[in-house]
T-cell receptor, first 112, second 112 residues
Framework: KAGVTQTPRYLIKTRGQQVTLSCSPI?????VSWYQQTPGQGLQFLFE???????NKGNFPGRFSGRQFSNSRSEMNVSTLELGDSALYLC???????????FGDGTRLSIL | GQQLNQSPQSMFIQEGEDVSMNCTSS?????WLWYKQDPGEGPVLLIA???AGELTSNGRLTAQFGITRKDSFLNISASIPSDVGIYFC????????????WGLGTSLAVNP
């Protein structure tokens, strides 16, 4: 069974731009969660999607948004990028939104 | 953001030694999870705990869900070089909120 797939693996953007990250969950998993990982703050929860609906949301500004498609694939969008948005963005999937969650290898976003 | 208290922050041990790390929280969790993350990869689930007092093993790894539901520990016996990496604890609050709260990790180095 294929794991969680995230694309792209690496991205370099400049301040003010926007970016879209993609996540394909494990087949059969309907819940997708997104996390931001930085050395100082560790992993911070962004949001969770289930059946195309956002069910939970972390404490991030509105520049961070996401969506989920009918095939459970999810995208995360960050607009008006800031230097502090540089991080590893991780996607995790689970069957129905409970635990455990299984993670992809992340997208490393660097803002110049 | 909210975080768990994970200790120690780092460990440097000799191959063959046993390792112990723990996580504490000021609030109750209904699930505790332990993950390992290698450089350039996403966290990989090691052990999931769902019940207070539960003791679960996965090979040389053993983890326990504290009776108070506010702490958990992970033991690694007879460490080997491939145990090197960062170990994270994560907790899921009781109730409908399914987002994971994370510790800042324990970095383990093993001297062969």
């Amino acid at each position: 069974k294929a794991g969680v797939t995230q694309t792209p693996r690496y991205l370099i953007k400049t301040r003010g731009q926007q970016v879209t990250l993609s996540c394909s969950p494990i087949s059969g998993h309907r819940s997708v969660s997104w996390y931001q990982q930085t050395p100082g703050q560790g992993l911070q929860f962004l949001f969770e999607y289930f059946s195309e609906t956002q069910r939970n949301k972390g404490n991030f500004p509105g520049r961070f948004s996401g969506r989920q498609f009918s095939n459970s694939r999810s995208e995360m969008n960050v607009s008006t990028l800031e230097l502090g948005d540089s991080a590893l963005y991780l996607c995790a999937s689970s069957e129905r939104g409970g635990q455990p969650q299984h993670f992809g290898d992340g997208t490393r976003l660097s803002i110049l | 953001g909210q975080q768990l208290n994970q200790s120690p922050q780092s460990m440097f041990i000799q191959e063959g030694e046993d390792v112990s790390m723990n996580c504490t929280s000021s609030s109750i969790f209904n699930t505790w999870l332990w993950y390992k993350q290698d450089p350039g990869e996403g966290p990989v689930l090691l052990i999931a705990l769902y019940k207070a007092g539960e003791l679960t093993s996965n090979g040389r790894l053993t983890a326990q869900f504290g009776i108070t539901r506010k702490d958990s520990f992970l033991n690694i016996s007879a460490s080997i070089p491939s145990d090197v990496g960062i170990y994270f604890c994560a907790g899921d609050h009781a109730g409908n909120n399914r987002k994971l709260i994370w510790g800042l990790g324990t970095s383990l180095a093993v001297n062969p």
